[in-house]
C-alpha cells in the first residue's frame, strides 16, 4: 500500500512563491512517475508537473500554464517530490494533488496512487 502525503500549501499573495512537498511512502519500485496535478473549481484536473525515472533515466515536463514558474524535483532517498512555483497568480488557485504512478515488470501491473490534496490559494 502507498500513502502519499502532502503539505506546503495555503495563501499567498499574487506573485508570492510556494514549496509544496509530498513524501511517498510503502511499496515503492521500479519505473515510477511522480507528479502535480490540480483542479480547480469548475475544471478539470489538469497536470501541472511530472518527474519520471525509469530505464531512460529521467525526464520532466511542464504545464505550459507554469513553464519558468515552476520546477519540480525529487529525492529517491526519501520518495519526496517538491513542486517549488514562483510568482504565483490568482489563476493559480486550485487544489493540487501528488500522484505516483508505478509499473511492475512481473507480475505485469499498473499502479496509480493519489494524496488527499493542499489547498492553494492566491489572493491578496
Known amino acids: 500500500q502507498v500513502q502519499l502525503v502532502e503539505s506546503g500549501g495555503g495563501l499567498v499573495q499574487p506573485g508570492g512563491s510556494l514549496r509544496l512537498s509530498c513524501a511517498a511512502s510503502?511499496?515503492?519500485?521500479?519505473?515510477?512517475?511522480m507528479g502535480w496535478y490540480r483542479q480547480a473549481p469548475g475544471k478539470q484536473r489538469e497536470l501541472v508537473a511530472a518527474i519520471t525515472r525509469g530505464t531512460r533515466g529521467i525526464s520532466t515536463n511542464y504545464a505550459d500554464s507554469v513553464k519558468g514558474r515552476a520546477t519540480i524535483s525529487r529525492d529517491n532517498v526519501k520518495n519526496t517530490v517538491y513542486l517549488q512555483m514562483n510568482s504565483l497568480k490568482p489563476e493559480d488557485t486550485a487544489v493540487y494533488y501528488c500522484?505516483?504512478?508505478?509499473?511492475?515488470?512481473?507480475?505485469?501491473?499498473?499502479?496509480?496512487?493519489w494524496g488527499q490534496g493542499t489547498q492553494v490559494t492566491v489572493s491578496s
Open positions: 500522484n505516483l504512478k508505478q509499473q511492475s515488470s512481473w507480475p505485469p501491473r499498473e499502479y496509480d496512487d
Open positions: 510503502g511499496s515503492i519500485f521500479g519505473i515510477n512517475t
